[in-house]
């Protein structure tokens, strides 16, 4: 099975994500990680990555895609979960090609919808692992406190721009970048919209209930996976 999840910042992707693969043997592919991965691996690809983030920028298109590519055809046929990628309407056409490409089919595209106010008042208390840039915030934090759950650092930051004034501006510019992605995938049939202001369970629930329905659909249009595709 291969999904995304699509969601402005806030809205639990990364939460969500990471309660969905271990349930579904599914794996996380979001940018912050390929991007940090290829860093830390000092690849030529990563040493430019490193310059361009130095330099203030985000590396382009082309260098996503090709990360994820290269990530896709590593995993061979396991099923993906795609976090904060596409961002765009380019992204998404060209992950359509993509997966042409490798005989993979994207099963469906789970919108999580939150209010702005919300996603505002989540960001002004989130926190980030400086290792692994995994996030929390006051409902969602570390088991153990001050300790991340999925590196074991004790190195947390603040993003400066989660604080309110920055993120009504980056909701601005991720809905007026998101709008042409979700026509695109609403066209293709492919878009669920699901509520995301509730419980962080009530939201995997409804996730879920999303996730049967992609899998009867897969299994009746005659490509079933078998259980080690999924
Ligand atoms: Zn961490």
């Known amino acids: 099975m291969n999904i995304v999840l699509l969601g402005p910042p806030g809205a639990g992707k990364g939460t969500q994500s990471r309660i969905i693969q271990d349930k579904y043997h599914l794996v996380h592919i979001s940018t912050g990680d390929m991007c940090r991965d290829e860093v830390k691996r000092a690849s030529p690809i990563g040493k430019e990555i490193q310059q361009i983030i130095d330099s203030g920028r985000f590396p382009s298109d082309e260098i996503i895609l090709s990360l994820f590519e290269n990530h896709l055809i590593e995993l061979k046929g396991q099923g993906v979960i795609l976090d904060g990628i596409p961002r765009t309407l380019n992204q998404a056409q060209k ?22 106010e919300e996603l505002i008042q989540r960001l002004s208390h989130r926190y980030i692992c400086r290792n692994c840039g995994a996030s929390y915030t006051e409902e969602i934090h570390p088991h153990v406190q001050g300790v991340c759950d999925k590196c074991s650092s004790h190195d947390f930051f603040r993003r400066p721009d989660d604080e309110p004034d920055a993120i009504r501006t980056r909701l601005e510019v991720y809905n007026e970048q998101t709008k042409p992605l979700i026509k695109f995938y609403a066209e293709e049939g492919k878009l669920k919209v699901i509520d995301g202001m509730g419980s962080v369970e009530a939201v995997t629930a409804e996730i879920e209930s999303h996730l049967s329905e992609f899998q009867v659909l897969t299994s009746k249009s005659g490509c079933l996976y078998s259980a080690q595709d999924i």
């Open 95 to 116: 992950i359509k090609e993509i997966f042409a490409r490798l005989d993979r089919t994207l099963d469906g595209v789970i919108q999580i919808a939150v209010k702005d």
